[in-house]
């Protein structure tokens, strides 16, 4: 949220009521992101913030707790006036949906509080659970009448991960759409809080320039990287049962190619830029089992030292199964069978405890003829590259050729770049704050509508199936502190290309 933005209307007055408000959601980004907005004088007039826990906590204890969350988690220097103001909204009620009479107090708890704090009955349900919670809580909240819209709104918020497969989607989607219509609901991908993120779709359509080049007519493929230092850490148990293609590329890594294959959306509004999101997921080739194996490298990685960290042995992290095959690095080539990307392969890769730290797309484009230069001292023209980076360089870099200065004719590759720091001074934000303040005007362009979903997990599930039938042979060891498995760069190699070094 930059300080521009603080011109942008208020949200209509609400209850902001947040399941899971002890867990590590709710203090390390939602109250941090409430503490910005409110900042930036983006709240509501009339606000308040209900945290439903399943035991009875007093409302003094529950702010002390998020008051130490927002001192260790604030992105910016914290002013006590501002954080005492917020957290005397705050106020505490009991509710498990294993205890469906919980709800019924629930409900009328929170009339009453309505009443006195004039929120109008308008209400955004932050679900910050463990995903097992979407369904029953939403049933309760649905059973007890609590997400009816009867002249103001509500509106319900999940995290992902939306379901572990495609089946799992279609009946999380399922269950939601039994209780609330789909403009209720709004599935949070914080990869679209990213002002990067965001910028692609400005980038190819604000722009002239671009969008005539951009097919296969130009493009010889693209790359998408999102590489972690980190390993896995204290998240052993939900890391192992997830893996790195589930918890990245269905969501964030398509999120990514959504946006940057997707076709000209007619307005800059919700329905239309979600429509073509998801057209453009659907697209995507569905490949067989082989093909998937074929067009994919898993990893996991062996200990190693990252900077000056050293990292253990994934097998050896804390509630890692024994022999467990789970990747902790995938790469996978995928095509997208329409007219504007037929032959134009996406190449996509993400992984633990890697060397660097970076999020990027590169659009890499077709070679020019190099006939002109034969006979001259010219080996090779280097490679032109858009590269879009969204973290942590900001910024977008053009990579062309240019003769270098001197009487021969010698060429050399160059670099033309945009960072946003030298043009942009934005406040440290969490990544957060766009998307809650979205979800209290009402305004869903941002969030993942069910068909996207589905259609994600749709292209990921032959690699899923193929993976999980070869079991351990095929899973590929780097090293953490590599690039990744070298068969990686081989699954590149293959095509005559290469990965952009990341370095
Ligand atoms: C989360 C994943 O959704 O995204 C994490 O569960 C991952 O495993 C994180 O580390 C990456 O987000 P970012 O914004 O740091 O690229």
Known sequence: MTDAQNNTRKPDPCSFVIFGVTGDLAH??????????????????????????????????L??????????FATRPIDDAIARQLLECVTSIEADPEDPASFDRMREQLDALEERRQTGGNRLFYLATPPDGFAPIARELGR?????????????????????????????????LEILTEHQIYR???????????NILVLRFAN???????????????????????????RGSFYDATG??????????????????????????????????????????????AEALHNSVRGQYIGGTVDDTVIEDY??????????????????????????????PFYLRTGKALATKRTEVAIKF??????????????????????????????????????????????????????????????PSTGYETLIYDCMIGDNILFQRADSVEAGWCAVEPFLDAWKNAGSSGLKSYRAGSEGPVEADELMARDGRSWRKLG
């Not at 702010?63 to 260790?72: D, F, S, T, V």
């Open 63 to 72: 702010r002390e707790g998020l008051l130490a969350g927002l001192k260790k």
């Open 366 to 427: 077709k070679q020019a003829p190099f006939a002109m230069f034969q006979g001259t001292p010219v080996e090779a023209l280097s490679h032109n590259y858009l590269v879009i980076g969204v973290e942590p360089n900001e910024g977008i870099a053009l990579q062309f050729n240019t003769k270098v200065p001197g009487p021969a004719i010698k060429i050399d590759g160059v670099e033309m770049k945009f960072r946003y720091k030298d043009y942009f001074k934005a406040q």
């Open 144 to 176: 007890t009448g609590m997400l009816q819209e009867n002249g103001s709104w509500r509106r319900l918020v999940v995290e992902k991960p939306f379901g572990t497969d495609l089946e799992s989607a279609k009946k999380l989607n399922a269950d939601l």
């Open 244 to 289: 790195a293609l589930r918890d990245m590329v269905p969501n964030h890594l398509f999120q990514l190619l959504s946006l940057v294959a997707m076709e000209p959306p007619t307005r800059f509004d919700a329905h239309s830029v979600r429509a073509e999101k998801a057209n453009v997921l659907a697209a995507i080739q569905l490949q067989s089992e």
């Open 188 to 198: 949070i991908d914080h990869y679209l809080g990213k002002e990067t993120v965001q």
């Open 28 to 61: 390390r980004l939602v109250m941090p992101a409430l503490y910005n907005l409110a900042a930036s004088n983006l709240l509501p007039e009339k606000f308040c913030v209900v945290g439903i826990a399943r035991k009875a906590t007093s409302a003094d204890e």
């Open 315 to 344: 097998h050896k992290t804390k509630d890692v199964a024994n022999g467990s095959t789970t990747e902790t690095y995938a790469a996978l080539k995928l095509i997208i069978d329409n007219w504007r990307w037929a032959g134009v």
């Open 208 to 234: 002239g320039m671009f969008e005539p080049i951009w097919n296969r007519n130009h493009i010889d493929h693209v790359q998408i990287t999102v590489d972690e230092k980190l390993g896995v850490g204290h």
